[in-house]
């Protein structure tokens, strides 16, 4: 089986409505637009487009999807909260949360958005791909079920978890969210339940700022069920690698996940302007790798990857190309522009100690120590 790679053209056209001066063009292409946000589809395209020109997309099983349904949405969403913001998208657009705008026919592609994850989770889940890999647009990791932000209107990974649970019995589901902020809304839809494990590593009070905390671990049946490992800025390639063997695997292997679900965000890469971290595309590429096996070994190999933030047109694209290299196991390599750059601007070995240490002590403080 292949590695499946769900994608769809009008994802790309989701606009920052009132942030952008946005120009009509007959909507049958991408509509024009002038400023806006960070969160703008060039990251997205370009790493699609990079896809095309290694030759990589050939060895994947390209797919679309339909958009998640009125029935998947409310799984997580209040109807009042859909209701609410499909009018506004039908008015021509506006803002519903904090840092969310969006333009006329957004609720559409944010519908969209969720659909590509949730089909990447149930063909995965059906055994109908080894894995799969959503590029999701808008994001969806920081939506709470009543209240979106951070560029995010649809809680993508919660809606397409939620859709297999109800279709198609999947039992326990582990949630690795890379994104540099903190994965806010995926865990706040299972902050109190034990069949989904949410890990959160992500820059510490970057965004948002009130949340995140290590010693926030889940509230009554989900108590010990949520895992945030915050990391100082600066924290780069040998500090992800160590969090991932020293903190996320071994939480891995006691949960004993169905599935394992990445909220593959690529702003934690030291040319982010949203983010203060070193990571490089080497380090996606085996942070991948290492959940790869973890699959194998713990649940058939179901691993599905849902991409979230990552504002640096220029390196999210190899970013997420060596991704998706551990990911299929491809012998492409698109390589890194950076690479020798980035290496030479890592940690220095006294900061590089101490965050040995703080890592060391978070594994210590869940219980998770040799």
């Given at each position: 089986?292949?590695?499946?790679?769900?994608?769809?053209?009008?994802?790309?056209?989701?606009?920052?409505?009132?942030?952008?001066?946005?120009?009509?063009?007959?909507?049958?292409?991408?509509?024009?637009?002038?400023?806006?946000?960070?969160?703008?589809?060039?990251?997205?395209?370009?790493?699609?487009?990079?896809?095309?020109?290694?030759?990589?997309?050939?060895?994947?099983?390209?797919?679309?999807?339909?958009?998640?349904?009125?029935?998947?949405?409310?799984?997580?969403?209040?109807?009042?909260?859909?209701?609410?913001?499909?009018?506004?998208?039908?008015?021509?657009?506006?803002?519903?949360?904090?840092?969310?705008?969006?333009?006329?026919?957004?609720?559409?592609i944010a519908a969209l958005s969720a659909g590509l994850a949730k089909e990447a989770v149930r063909a995965v889940a059906a055994g109908e791909m080894a894995n799969a890999y959503a590029l999701s647009r808008p994001p969806g990791h920081h939506c709470l079920p009543d209240f979106p932000n951070g560029f995010c209107l649809l809680a993508n990974i919660a809606i397409a978890i939620e859709a297999a649970k109800a279709a198609q019995g999947l039992g326990r589901v582990?949630?690795?969210?890379?994104?540099?902020?903190?994965?806010?809304?995926?865990e706040a839809v299972f902050y109190d339940r034990d069949d989904v494990l949410t890990i959160s590593v992500h820059q510490e009070w970057n965004y948002p700022l009130d949340t995140g905390a290590f010693d926030d671990r889940g509230r009554g049946a989900g108590e010990g069920y949520n895992i945030n490992i915050p990391l100082p800025p600066g924290a780069g390639h040998a500090a992800y690698l160590q969090v991932m063997r020293q903190i996320i695997l071994p939480a891995l292997a006691a949960y004993q996940p169905d599935m394992i679900v990445v909220a593959s965000g690529y702003d934690a890469s030291a040319m982010d302007p949203l983010g203060r971290m070193l990571a490089t595309a080497e380090t996606f590429g085996t942070l991948t790798a290492e959940l790869r096996a973890a699959a194998q070994e713990l649940c058939a190999g179901r691993l599905v990857l849902v991409h979230e933030g990552g504002y640096s047109e220029m390196h999210v694209p190899f970013c997420g190309h060596a991704a998706l290299e551990a990911l299929s196991g491809s012998a492409i390599r698109a390589g890194d522009p950076l690479a020798d750059t980035l290496r030479q601007r890592q940690p220095t070995a006294r900061y590089g100690a101490f965050l040995q240490s703080l890592i060391s002590e978070m594994a210590a403080g869940l219980g998770l120590a040799d």
């Open positions: 089986m292949a590695t499946g790679f769900f994608w769809d053209e009008r994802c790309f056209w989701h606009s920052g409505g009132n942030y952008a001066l946005t120009v009509p063009v007959g909507g049958l292409v991408q509509p024009l637009a002038a400023g806006g946000l960070p969160e703008s589809p060039e990251t997205k395209r370009r790493l699609k487009n990079l896809m095309d020109v290694s030759g990589l997309f050939q060895e994947l099983d390209m797919r679309s999807a339909p958009a998640a349904t009125d029935t998947d949405l409310a799984r997580v969403h209040p109807r009042s909260y859909l209701e609410e913001f499909q009018r506004l998208s039908d008015a021509g657009g506006g803002e519903l949360g904090l840092r969310t705008p969006f333009g006329q026919g957004g609720y559409e582990a949630v690795v969210d890379w994104d540099v902020h903190h994965g806010n809304g995926t």
